[in-house]
Each structure stands twice: as structure tokens, then as C-alpha cells.
């Protein structure tokens, strides 16, 4: 245990960023306490034998030996159960109902600050720090404010909309005022055996991007053969399994067209796809369930705002209105948005502020 004064828990994945931001604090004069989470078992040895992985052994490797540099404590929490039950069974129950999630944004919510900050507290730590790119600030009101990270290439506020202010009071970003390869240059200042370490953009549990693969192994019987459709319900293909689509895909219809086709609906209960045009994939609307602001509250309806529908998708110009008791909004883009798709995330900016976001539910 350590004395709860300037003390901290560094979440740390083995890559550079986290191993920065632990040597970052301990020069700032923090007691830090390194720790892994330790997520996901299933086939270990084959499942991640890329050592950019964050669950790979490789990274537990990289992290302690990061730990012994500088000197500092290091724990592996297990959170397994957690994870399999909140984010790899989410994922699959999402893909289940036709729908695209992004598991990195639930991770971030309920591991990475929910879960992670209950251990810091068992361990005797004030504060918890991870390596997101995202900054933290606070309001005239003295509230926390939620900012993109100084890289635009590289911000994580996207994925951290779910932060509470509780959550914000005890957590620090250490590298989110730098950009990467500042980032990498303190790094090997600092000599960390991790600074020049690759990064993988895959999701941690389906380390080779075949989401299908991983979803038959689970769900063998849901892989039928069904019909595509196009928007006046005819039959032009068949396709073999429905959750090998996502809205906005073009490859694998398999389908001899004039003009390509994209995915534009997917219908579950009926195992249909629905193909149609680029132009039938435009949306001026969207509905976001699960509305989660970061002030605690829905800011001033009537300022501008910009929403990001996937986190690589361009900010977009948009209203916003409340719909329903039930935390539910509608977001009205000025322009018409591809692909606007059940289950992701939408998040709003204002410039560089966090307000909130939710999951896409419809349009």
C-alpha cells in the first residue's frame, strides 16, 4: 500500500504511451503503481501472438520491465469475468441483433475507468492516468471538462464520452498534450525498451480482423444462408450469414449489379440483407439511445455542434434535440451523412470540448 498523497494507478498496455505517462508522473513526483489488466484468456498462445496486443504476454513483458526501469511497483488485475460478460458478450449479442458496435467504447466506460478506479482505491491510490490522447479541464462552474487530444491524427475522445464527473475528479492524461512522436521522443529520453513499439489498430479479443470467424465459433447455428434484397424487397443474391455485414459495406455482396451496391439495412429477424446505391446509405437524421453528457446534464440545445458518427468519420455539422424521458436524442445533420450505423457511437463536440455521446440506434 501506498500513501494516498500524489499517489496513482498508470493503467499500462506495454506500449509507449502508458509507459510514458508512468514515467511522466513519477518525474512529477507521484507514487505510481503500474497495472495490466489482464482481459481476455481464450486460446492465449494462439489467439495473440502479435506482442502489439495489449493482452498478448509479450505486453504484460513489456509493461513490467517498463516498471522495473523506473523503479515503480507493477500488478496484473484480473478482470477476465468482467470483460467477457461486458464487452466480448455485448459484442456478440450486438452482432446478433444486426447491429455494429465498437467495443473499445464500452471497455473505456465500464474496464478501463469504472473497474480500474475501484482498484486504484483498494490499493491506496488518489488517482488514476492512462495514455489516451485527451486532456482534462474544468468550467467556470468548476466542472470537468472532457478535451480532444493536442494530435487530431491521434485523439481518443471519441471513445472516453462515457467518463463521469466522479470518474474525471481522479483521472489524468498525461500524454494528451503531446503529440506522437513528441511522445516517442521523451520516450527514448527516458530510454523505455517500448519507444519505438509498433501499435495495433485491431480490437484486443479478434486480433486478425475476422469478426466472422470469431462470431461462427460462437454462434454456429445463427450462420444461415438468406436473401439480399434490394430496396423494393427483391431477391438478387444470397448471402451466408448476415453478421458478416455491416451497413456502408461494399465487399463480399457477391452480387452482379450495374452499378455497385452497397449494404443499407440488415434485418435480423427476417435473415435479410438489403443492398442499395452510395446515395441510398445518406442520412440527414440520426437516433442516439443511451445519451450519456459529461457535464452531468444536456448542454444548451440551441448551440452549434459537430457529431462524429465512427471515429475515423469526419465531424460533421449537426442540431441536437431530446426525444424522450428516456435519455434518448436526435441528432439533424446540415448535411446528409454515409453510413449512419446501429451501434456505434455518435459523439458531440463543441470545438474542442467533449458534450456527450450515445449509440446510434436508428435513422
Known sequence: MVSKQRSVLVGMSGGVDSSLSAALLKDAGYDVIGATMKVWDEGREETFPDPRLCCSLTAVEDALAVCELLGIPYRILEFGDCFKVEIVDNFCSEYLKGRTPNPCVRCNTILKFDHFLAEARRLGCASMATGHYARIDRDDAGKYVLKKGVDGAKDQSYFLYGVTQEVLGHLLFPVGHLTKDQVRQRAQEYHLPVSQKLESQEICFIPDNDYGAFLRRRFPLAWREGDIVDLQGRTIGKHRGYMNFTIG??????????????????????????????EDLLSRDARVAHMHWIAGEPPDLSRPVTAKIRYRHREAPARMELLDDSGACGIHFSEPQEA???????VLYDGEVVLGGGVIAGT
Open 249 to 278: 459495406q461494399r465487399r463480399g455482396l457477391g452480387v452482379a449489379h450495374a452499378v455497385p451496391l452497397y449494404v443499407v439495412e440488415i434485418r435480423p429477424e427476417k435473415n435479410v440483407v438489403v443492398a442499395g446505391r452510395k
Open 340 to 346: 449512419v450505423t446501429p451501434g456505434q457511437s455518435l
